[in-house]
Every structure is written in C-alpha cells, then in structure tokens.
C-alpha cells in the first residue's frame, strides 16, 4: 500500500483535493479528526492539556474549547510548540495502527493522510509521497476569513503561525495548485491520482519480488 501524505496551508483546499482522492478509492485519514478524538475528555492527551492551560480551557460539557485552544496557541509560539508535541506522536501513532489495520485487510492500494502540519512535524519521510495544495496567499486569506468567519487580523496570525508554501515545496512529490476554478482542482487532482496509482502497483510489485 502506498503511503500518502495530504499537506497544505490552511484554507488551501485540502478537504476538497481528500474528497476527490477518496471519490477515486482512496483511504483518507484526517489528522484533525484524530486529534479531535484523543482530546475527549478523560484521555491522557486531554489530561496534559488540562494540566498546563488549566480548566478555563473548557466547555461546560467538559471537552476542551477548540477554538479557545486556538486562539491561545496561533498567538503563542511556545505554546503552539507545548501543543504540538503532546497531539503529533499520538496522532501519528493512530495513524500507523490504521495503516496496519488496512495491510491487513489488503483492501486499499493507496492509504492518504489529511493533515496541515506533516512537514512542521518533521514526518514527511514516514510517507512514500507527498502532495502539496496551495493557492495564491489573496485567495488563501479571503477563503480563511470566509470559512472561519476570521477578521483579516486574526485569519494573518494563523497563516503566519504555520510554515509558508515557499519552504514547503521542496519537500513535495505532487503540487496541486486550487487557485483557480473546481473544474481546474478536479483536473489537477485526477493526474496525480493516476500517478500514485502507477507507484502503488510498482511498490507492491517491489514488494512481491523481495
């Protein structure tokens, strides 16, 4: 199975490039969604984080505000460094769980993770491929403002918060570039499906012959 990671700034079109990757066959797992898991209340990611930001961090439901979380750590470096390094192996360790999960069942050719930080993590080489989404910074801007209902003050401090596109594309396999129309994303999307299934079938291939 090829191991695939999903990367890109925020507001730069990832869900939409994950939808059209799993449409195609394509086991998609988003790391958001995972870290969301792990801070449920009680669990031990959900016990550090209580421990050092304190109880103000929650609802009264006893989850943890997300977007007070937010708010805290795109504004705090050291405190966006403590958050990282509780959520990333944890995260990532859910990640390899599932991928032994899915060669077991050897159902998938191409397993995806969805997720804005692989490269700030320093994870990229755990996977085979990288793609890369971005989009001109006007429209990445407007569309954080637009989905996060953001004041352009506050969409600047997330984007400036995580590493830019310059210093991430060195890293990446694939570029798929979502500033402009769907059509042109689907487009773009489907090329590089069909070369990552080309690879898939070449490493299972490699792996056959060992």
């Given at each position: 199975m090829l191991l695939v990671a999903l990367t890109g700034g925020i507001a730069t079109g990832k869900?939409?490039?994950?939808?059209?990757l799993k449409?195609?066959?394509?086991?998609?797992?988003?790391?958001?969604?995972?870290?969301?898991?792990?801070m449920q209340p009680e669990t031990p990611v959900w016990k550090n984080l209580v421990h050092h930001f304190g109880r103000g961090l929650l609802k009264e439901d006893g989850s943890i505000d997300r977007e007070k979380l937010s708010s805290i750590v795109f504004h705090d470096e050291e405190e966006r460094e403590y958050l990282n390094q509780i959520t990333h192996p944890a995260v990532l360790e859910k990640i390899r769980l599932t991928i032994t999960a899915l060669e077991q069942e050897n159902k998938y050719e191409i397993y995806i993770t969805e997720a804005a930080l692989v490269i700030e993590a320093g994870y990229q080489d755990f996977y085979d491929r990288l793609i890369l989404t971005h989009c001109s910074p006007e429209i990445q801007l407007a569309r954080l403002i637009r989905r996060n209902g953001l004041t352009e003050e506050q969409a600047r401090a997330r984007l400036q918060a995580q590493l830019p596109d310059k210093k991430k594309k060195?890293?990446?396999?694939?570029?798929?570039?979502?500033?402009?129309?769907?059509e042109e994303t689907i487009e773009q999307t489907e090329r590089v499906y069909f070369r990552l299934y080309q690879e898939a079938l070449l490493k299972k291939i490699g792996q056959l012959v060992r």
């Open positions: 869900s939409v490039v994950a939808n059209i449409e195609k066959g394509c086991y998609v797992q988003n790391a958001d969604q995972l870290a969301h898991e792990l060195p890293y990446a396999h694939y570029l798929i570039d979502t500033s402009g129309s769907l």
